[in-house]
């Protein structure tokens, strides 16, 4: 297969598997998902409130390491391949010497991993319910026509695997964009990943923004 057929291939596999989406995931609600137009660049973010149950303390409080594995994907309303793509990894870790919740945030921005602590289970659920500057690239690169944006949103994965993708995923800021040179073994890989659907058991979240034209962010 040529190497622009091994592109095509990768961003079809991406994008059958965020159409149909994980076995277990929820249906994509929309307007959940926010965009906006910083500095030229699509920057999608959403309230997550509703992704965590009441009583995350008690789920978070283990003393084990927690992991939020995030993936924004940029869509043509009227389908079609994948335009863009940004991932995250959330790690949550209890201290139960201090009482307190560590946060460590991993993405393209940080590979890795930029750290705080928060003091109690309010401030944890504030921090994590407000997601916020997933990078989807340059509007200008879009044209015309309308988009729409998809969140995926995977607790405590099941499946190491996850974890690898993303984590390769956010090392390669190229990667973001179906067609760029070094990004097609890490898109591939995605999304053989991903067309495998949500493992048993897993808590998988699924969101979608309304659709949006370059040209009304830009308006707002």
């Known amino acids: 297969m040529t190497r622009r057929g091994l592109a ?3 961003s079809a596999l991406l994008c059958l598997a965020l159409s149909a989406g994980p076995a277990r995931a929820r249906d994509a609600p929309v307007a959940e998902v926010r965009v906006e137009l910083q500095g030229g660049r699509l920057l999608a973010g959403a309230d997550l409130s509703q992704v965590f149950p009441p009583d995350l303390d008690r789920h978070l409080a283990s003393g084990l390491t927690n992991v939020i594995a995030i993936h924004a994907a940029l869509l043509p309303e009227r389908g079609g391949e994948p335009l863009a793509l940004d991932g995250r990894e959330v790690d949550v870790l209890y201290d139960v010497w201090e009482e307190s919740y560590v946060v460590t945030v991993k993405d393209r921005a940080h590979p890795r991993g930029e750290r705080r602590v928060l ?3 309010a401030g944890l659920r504030a921090f994590l ?3 916020r500057g997933l990078d989807l690239g340059p509007a200008a690169a879009l ?3 309308a988009f729409v944006v998809q969140l995926r949103i ?3 994965p099941v499946s ?3 974890l690898e993708r993303t984590r390769e995923f956010i090392a390669n800021p190229s990667s973001s964009r179906v067609g760029g040179g070094p990004s097609r073994s890490v898109l591939g890989a995605m999304a053989s990943y991903l067309l495998r659907g949500a493992d048993p058991g ?3 979240h699924v969101l979608r923004s309304r659709p949006f034209t370059p040209r ?3 308006a707002r």
């Open 143 to 145: 044209g015309g026509g």
């Open 216 to 218: 009304e962010l830009g």
């Open 129 to 131: 319910s407000d997601l």
């Open 154 to 156: 995977e607790v405590n």
């Open 160 to 162: 190491r695997e996850l």
């Open 8 to 10: 095509r291939a990768a």
């Open 119 to 121: 003091a109690d289970a």
């Open 202 to 204: 897993a808590d998988v």
